[in-house]
């Protein structure tokens, strides 16, 4: 009913840059909450940025002054500008975001994930 799909991982040198981006489609009323989590091998998924419907961000101790959340309502889009990476920021990285359908009923979504790899 509701897919959400990342998109701009890839391979990146210590230093560089990337742009993570993810779409919302189906069945969406509105959305609450979007999220970036990210999850490297062997260790537990934990939450990367967060940004409210109203534009109000969080961000993970090891990203901040690095990362920039932003979201676009209109068209259900959040986005990650990833700055300054380093090896360590290496992981899977997944859209999170909790929809609000028609009904009123909210559920939270999952992407597939997208692969960041830096080399050093």
């Known amino acids: 009913q509701v897919q959400l799909v990342e998109s701009g991982g890839g391979l990146v040198q210590a230093g560089g840059s990337l742009r993570l981006s993810c779409a919302a489609s189906g069945s969406i009323f509105s959305i609450n909450a979007m999220s970036w989590y990210r999850q490297a091998p062997g260790k537990q998924r934990e939450l990367v940025a967060r940004?409210?419907?109203?534009?109000?961000?969080n961000y993970a101790d090891s990203v901040k002054g690095r990362f920039t959340i932003s979201r676009d309502n209109a068209k259900n889009t959040v986005s990650l500008q990833m700055n300054s990476l380093k090896p360590e920021d290496t992981a899977v990285y997944y859209c999170n975001a909790d929809v609000s359908s028609r009904a009123l009923t909210s559920r939270n979504y999952w992407g597939q994930g997208t692969q960041v790899t830096v080399s050093s």
């Open positions: 940004i409210t419907s109203g534009g109000s961000t």
